[in-house]
C-alpha cells in the first residue's frame, strides 16, 4: 500500500556568497521558512533527511540541534548535484511505505570558490590535468554541437533566456540581464563554453516539508507525484559518471533519462502534459541536452525547442522561470531543493516569474556519480 | 623528456616505444575497457585479461584547458579530449594540440607520453596524451 505525499511547506535561503554565514547558519533559515509555512512545531516530523555534498560530519543533525528538534532519524544524504532530490526520495519513501506521516527534507551547501575541486578524482588524474570539471562539459557541449545543430548563438541564447528569467527571483545570485554579445565576450574556459555560459558554485539551502496525503495543515497542497533518481548505465565515455574510457555504440539511455522515464511512470504523465520545467543549466550545452534527454523533444531537436521559443517564459514549456543555476548559482546539496521550492510557488500560482495556469512541473538535475534526479508535482 | 622519467600511475601505459594504453579485455563479453579492471564494468565478469590497447585512433572529441584545474601542478592551456579506438572504445585523455582550431573530427591521433611537471627530486612526472598522427 502506497501514500500520497504532500509538500505541506517550503523554504529557502538565497544562493550566493555570505561570507558572514556558516552552512548551518543557512540550513537553520530554510528549515524554519518550511517547517512554519507548514505549521509543524518541534517534534512534528519524525525523520529528516539533508542533502550536502560538501557539508561534511553530521552536517544535518547540526543544523536540528540549533532547532531543538533532534532525537529522530537524521540522514545525510550526498549525491552530487542530485543531492537534495535523493533526500526528498527517501523522505518520501518514510510516508509512502507508512513508517511516518510528516518529513523533513532539506539541503544545504557552502561550495569552494572557483572551479570545484572534486575528491572524485584521483591523485593521479588530478597530477594529468584529467580533473578539469568544465572541460567534460565542453567535450559534451562540442558533441551536442555536432549531432544537434547547436551552435554557438544557442549556447549564448540559454544564457541570455535564462538570466532574463532569473531577474525577478530574489533568491538568485545574479539578477541582471545580458545579452549575447557580452555572453559571447567573456573569456573561453574550454571552448565551446565561455565563462558566462558556466553557473557558479555557491551557497545556499532549500527545505521541504512532506506530508502524508490529508495530514498537512499549511497552505493548499502541491502533489509530490514522483521523486526518482539514478545512476548510470556504464558506455557512454561522456556520462556523468566521468568515466577515462567507454564504447562506440550510441546507445547507452543518459541517467537523466533513466530517472526521466521512470519518474514520468511513476507520476503517470508524460512530458507533453508538463506545464513549466526546472533543469539542470550546470553550462548552457546541459540545458538543451536535458531537453532531449527529458523528452521534451525529440533527439537532435533541442536547437529548434530553444529557436521556437518553446522554452522561454510565455513560450508553451517553459524551462527555468526561476532562472535556473546560471542565476541561481548552483549549492550543490540544496539544488536540487531550490527547484522544488521555485515549482511549488509556481503550482501555487505565487512564483515570481508566474507561468500562467501551471498545473504539472518537473524537476530535474543530474551531475557527478552519476547521480540524476526527475520530480513530478503536480497542483 | 628525461627517460628518467616516473608514471604519472603505475599500470597506465607501456612507454614502447610507441607507447600504449593497458587495457583489459573481458573473456566473457570481449568489452575492452581502460583503464585496467579485474572485474568488468559492463557485464560483472571476473575473468578479465590485461591488454595493451592500439597505439593509435581517430579523434572523436576535444577542447582545450586554460586554467589549471585544481591539484594540477603543470602548465595551460592544453588539450583534452576522446579518441576512438579500433578495440571500440573512447578513450578520454590529454591532448597535445591545446588549440581546438587546429584539430578535426575523425583525425588520426598516435599516443605519446608527455612530462605533466617536475616531482620533488627534480624528475618529471609523466604521462600520457594523445598527439595527431604524422602523415602517412
Same mark, same amino acid.
Given at each position: 500500500m502506497t501514500e500520497a505525499v504532500d509538500v505541506a511547506g517550503v523554504g529557502i535561503h538565497r544562493f550566493g556568497r555570505f561570507e558572514d554565514r556558516t552552512v548551518t547558519d543557512l540550513g537553520v533559515a530554510a528549515v524554519r521558512g518550511a517547517l512554519a509555512e507548514a505549521g509543524?512545531?518541534?517534534?512534528? #516530523?519524525?525523520a529528516a533527511f539533508c542533502g550536502t555534498?560538501?557539508?561534511?560530519?553530521?552536517s544535518g543533525h547540526k543544523v536540528l540541534t540549533r532547532l531543538g528538534m533532534t532525537g529522530m532519524p537524521i540522514v545525510d544524504v550526498e549525491a552530487g548535484c542530485a543531492s537534495g532530490a535523493a533526500a526528498l526520495m527517501l523522505g518520501a519513501g518514510a510516508i509512502r511505505g507508512g513508517a511516518c506521516d510528516t518529513v523533513l527534507v532539506f539541503g544545504i551547501e557552502k561550495m569552494p570558490k572557483g572551479m570545484i575541486r572534486s575528491s572524485f578524482f584521483e591523485p593521479w588524474q588530478e597530477d594529468a590535468g584529467l580533473s578539469a570539471t568544465p572541460a567534460y562539459f565542453a567535450l559534451r557541449a562540442q558533441r551536442l554541437m555536432r549531432t544537434s545543430g547547436v551552435t554557438k548563438d544557442h549556447l549564448a541564447a540559454v544564457v541570455v533566456k535564462n538570466r532574463r528569467q532569473g531577474?525577478?527571483?530574489?533568491?538568485?545570485?545574479f539578477r541582471a540581464e545580458v545579452d549575447a554579445a557580452a555572453v559571447l565576450a567573456?573569456?573561453?574556459?574550454?571552448e565551446p563554453l565561455h565563462l558566462w555560459m558556466l553557473c557558479s558554485p555557491n551557497e545556499g539551502a532549500a527545505a521541504v516539508v512532506l506530508t502524508r496525503a490529508g495530514h498537512g495543515t499549511g497552505p493548499p497542497g502541491v502533489r509530490l507525484r514522483s521523486a526518482v533518481v539514478r545512476s548510470h548505465v556504464p558506455?557512454?565515455?561522456?556520462?556523468?559518471?566521468?568515466?577515462?574510457s567507454g564504447l562506440?555504440?550510441?546507445?547507452?539511455?543518459?541517467p537523466s533519462t533513466l530517472a526521466a522515464v521512470a519518474a514520468y511512470e511513476e507520476a503517470g504523465?508524460?512530458?507533453?502534459?508538463?506545464?513549466v520545467v526546472e533543469c539542470q543549466d550546470t553550462d548552457a550545452a546541459r540545458e538543451l541536452l536535458s531537453y532531449e534527454e527529458l523528452g521534451?523533444?525529440?533527439?537532435? +531537436?533541442s536547437a529548434a525547442l530553444l529557436d521556437e521559443g518553446?522554452?522561454?517564459?510565455? +513560450?508553451?514549456l517553459p524551462v527555468?522561470?526561476?532562472?535556473g543555476l546560471l542565476s541561481k548559482g548552483e549549492p550543490l546539496g540544496a539544488s536540487a531543493l531550490g527547484q522544488i521550492v521555485e515549482l511549488v510557488h509556481q503550482l501555487r500560482g505565487d512564483a515570481p516569474n508566474q507561468v500562467p495556469g501551471a498545473r504539472v512541473a518537473l524537476a530535474h538535475t543530474v551531475g557527478r556519480g552519476a547521480n540524476a534526479s526527475a520530480v513530478v508535482l503536480s497542483r | 623528456m628525461s627517460s628518467a622519467g616516473v608514471p604519472?600511475?603505475?599500470?597506465? #601505459?607501456?612507454? +614502447?616505444?610507441?607507447p600504449r594504453l593497458l587495457g583489459s579485455r573481458c573473456a566473457a563479453c570481449g568489452r575492452h575497457c581502460f583503464p585496467?579492471?579485474?572485474?568488468?564494468?559492463?557485464?560483472?565478469?571476473?575473468?578479465t585479461e590485461p591488454v595493451e590497447l592500439s597505439p593509435g585512433g581517430a579523434l572523436w572529441a576535444w577542447t582545450a584547458v586554460t586554467t589549471a584545474p585544481p591539484g594540477y601542478r603543470g602548465t595551460v592551456p592544453y588539450g583534452l579530449g576522446v579518441v576512438e579506438l579500433p578495440e571500440g572504445l573512447r578513450v578520454v585523455s590529454r591532448l597535445?594540440?591545446?588549440?581546438?582550431?587546429r584539430l578535426q573530427p575523425g583525425q588520426a591521433m598516435a599516443l605519446v607520453t608527455v612530462p605533466l611537471h617536475a616531482d620533488d627530486e627534480g624528475r618529471d612526472v609523466v604521462g600520457f596524451a594523445f598527439a595527431p598522427a604524422p602523415g602517412p
Amino acid at each position: 500500500m502506497t501514500e500520497a505525499v504532500d509538500v505541506a511547506g517550503v523554504g529557502i535561503h538565497r544562493f550566493g556568497r555570505f561570507e558572514d554565514r556558516t552552512v548551518t547558519d543557512l540550513g537553520v533559515a530554510a528549515v524554519r521558512g518550511a517547517l512554519a509555512e507548514a505549521g509543524v512545531a518541534p517534534g512534528g #516530523f519524525q525523520a529528516a533527511f539533508c542533502g550536502t555534498a560538501y557539508g561534511g560530519v553530521a552536517s544535518g543533525h547540526k543544523v536540528l540541534t540549533r532547532l531543538g528538534m533532534t532525537g529522530m532519524p537524521i540522514v545525510d544524504v550526498e549525491a552530487g548535484c542530485a543531492s537534495g532530490a535523493a533526500a526528498l526520495m527517501l523522505g518520501a519513501g518514510a510516508i509512502r511505505g507508512g513508517a511516518c506521516d510528516t518529513v523533513l527534507v532539506f539541503g544545504i551547501e557552502k561550495m569552494p570558490k572557483g572551479m570545484i575541486r572534486s575528491s572524485f578524482f584521483e591523485p593521479w588524474q588530478e597530477d594529468a590535468g584529467l580533473s578539469a570539471t568544465p572541460a567534460y562539459f565542453a567535450l559534451r557541449a562540442q558533441r551536442l554541437m555536432r549531432t544537434s545543430g547547436v551552435t554557438k548563438d544557442h549556447l549564448a541564447a540559454v544564457v541570455v533566456k535564462n538570466r532574463r528569467q532569473g531577474v525577478t527571483n530574489p533568491h538568485a545570485m545574479f539578477r541582471a540581464e545580458v545579452d549575447a554579445a557580452a555572453v559571447l565576450a567573456s573569456r573561453v574556459v574550454a571552448e565551446p563554453l565561455h565563462l558566462w555560459m558556466l553557473c557558479s558554485p555557491n551557497e545556499g539551502a532549500a527545505a521541504v516539508v512532506l506530508t502524508r496525503a490529508g495530514h498537512g495543515t499549511g497552505p493548499p497542497g502541491v502533489r509530490l507525484r514522483s521523486a526518482v533518481v539514478r545512476s548510470h548505465v556504464p558506455g557512454a565515455v561522456l556520462s556523468e559518471s566521468t568515466p577515462m574510457s567507454g564504447l562506440v555504440d550510441e546507445d547507452t539511455p543518459a541517467p537523466s533519462t533513466l530517472a526521466a522515464v521512470a519518474a514520468y511512470e511513476e507520476a503517470g504523465v508524460g512530458p507533453g502534459e508538463l506545464d513549466v520545467v526546472e533543469c539542470q543549466d550546470t553550462d548552457a550545452a546541459r540545458e538543451l541536452l536535458s531537453y532531449e534527454e527529458l523528452g521534451l523533444c525529440e533527439p537532435g +531537436g533541442s536547437a529548434a525547442l530553444l529557436d521556437e521559443g518553446a522554452t522561454a517564459v510565455g +513560450g508553451r514549456l517553459p524551462v527555468n522561470p526561476s532562472g535556473g543555476l546560471l542565476s541561481k548559482g548552483e549549492p550543490l546539496g540544496a539544488s536540487a531543493l531550490g527547484q522544488i521550492v521555485e515549482l511549488v510557488h509556481q503550482l501555487r500560482g505565487d512564483a515570481p516569474n508566474q507561468v500562467p495556469g501551471a498545473r504539472v512541473a518537473l524537476a530535474h538535475t543530474v551531475g557527478r556519480g552519476a547521480n540524476a534526479s526527475a520530480v513530478v508535482l503536480s497542483r | 623528456m628525461s627517460s628518467a622519467g616516473v608514471p604519472v600511475r603505475a599500470g597506465l #601505459f607501456s612507454e +614502447g616505444p610507441p607507447p600504449r594504453l593497458l587495457g583489459s579485455r573481458c573473456a566473457a563479453c570481449g568489452r575492452h575497457c581502460f583503464p585496467r579492471a579485474d572485474t568488468c564494468p559492463y557485464c560483472a565478469g571476473d575473468a578479465t585479461e590485461p591488454v595493451e590497447l592500439s597505439p593509435g585512433g581517430a579523434l572523436w572529441a576535444w577542447t582545450a584547458v586554460t586554467t589549471a584545474p585544481p591539484g594540477y601542478r603543470g602548465t595551460v592551456p592544453y588539450g583534452l579530449g576522446v579518441v576512438e579506438l579500433p578495440e571500440g572504445l573512447r578513450v578520454v585523455s590529454r591532448l597535445t594540440e591545446a588549440d581546438p582550431a587546429r584539430l578535426q573530427p575523425g583525425q588520426a591521433m598516435a599516443l605519446v607520453t608527455v612530462p605533466l611537471h617536475a616531482d620533488d627530486e627534480g624528475r618529471d612526472v609523466v604521462g600520457f596524451a594523445f598527439a595527431p598522427a604524422p602523415g602517412p
